[in-house]
């Protein structure tokens, strides 16, 4: 499968997209998600960006991971107005200082806790967000519903081990667009599921990790311009992938 090259040619302009796009964005209060929603809401091509985060100032665009019933809401006032034609997914845990959950460096590390959170924040909550949003795609044009995933979730390329919950439940979210992607094809032939990797990003996720880096660091602001990019870039064949900020394939 070939690499997207619109990110090398530097183009977040959206022209594979249809033009007054309705946009969801889950996760804009994030460091990504809010960059990505700053980005789109501010862009020509989009009529309308709905956004959703746990603590919402409008409690009607709040949802809880385990709550089910919050995921199905928003999609039932969702299914009220025009159809999507991109869904983005920018939730994600690798620490929470709150519930003392930190990456493990060794399995002697790994708690219930810790693994129950990992995957509900970066597999369930994605894949219910999925559930409710994927259905509501426009047909007869190119939509993207794309998660943000993590190059630490292919199983191939993990040199390094550690950090066992957040590799795994990434890894878990990847196949589950893969599944979501051979399903869709069915029917919406011209949706593309993908997983994102946005590189090292200067965020709340990241900032404890950040001084032992060996590569840049974006500010979110430039990751989400690469992400659009990608997302500008990719073809109903790469449904089912997950690729990185610089349009390269991550192998599963
Ligand atoms: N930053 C990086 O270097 C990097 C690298 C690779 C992949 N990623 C991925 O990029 C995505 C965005 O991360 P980020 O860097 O923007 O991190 P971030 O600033 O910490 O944002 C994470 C988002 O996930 C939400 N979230 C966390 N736990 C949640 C829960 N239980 N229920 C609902 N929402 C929850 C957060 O909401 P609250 O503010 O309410 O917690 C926030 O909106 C994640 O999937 C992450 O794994 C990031």
Avoid: C
């Amino acid at each position: 499968m070939s690499e997207v090259t619109q990110i090398i040619k530097g183009m977040d302009q959206l022209n594979s997209l249809p033009d007054a796009m309705r946009v969801a964005i889950f996760g804009t209060n994030g460091g990504i998600g809010e960059a990505v929603m700053e980005r789109l809401s501010a862009h020509p091509k989009v009529k309308t960006v709905e956004s959703f985060s746990r603590r919402h100032p409008d409690p009607t665009r709040r949802f809880d991971f385990r709550d089910e019933a919050s995921l199905a809401h928003i999609g039932e006032a969702l299914a009220q107005q025009d159809p999507l034609h991109l869904v983005i997914v920018a939730t994600g845990m690798l620490h929470d200082q709150d519930q003392q959950i930190h990456p493990e460096k060794s399995l002697k590390q790994l708690t219930h806790e810790g693994m129950s959170t990992a995957f509900l924040v970066n597999t369930i909550g994605p894949a219910l967000i999925g559930k409710y949003t994927l259905p509501l795609l426009a047909k007869n044009s190119k939509t993207v519903f794309a998660a943000i995933s993590a190059r630490v979730g292919s199983i191939s390329d993990n040199q390094l081990g550690g950090w066992h919950s957040y590799r795994a439940a990434k890894a878990a979210l990847n196949m589950m667009i893969k599944g979501f992607a051979l399903e869709m094809k069915r029917n919406n032939p011209d949706s593309v599921i993908i997983g994102l990797h946005p590189g090292t990003t200067d965020t709340g996720l990241s900032a404890p990790f950040q001084s032992s880096l060996r590569h840049t660091l974006f500010p979110p602001n430039v990751a989400a311009g690469h992400l659009l990019g990608v997302i500008d870039g990719v073809e109903p064949y790469h449904s089912g992938s997950v690729i990185a900020w610089d349009g390269q394939i991550i192998p599963a």
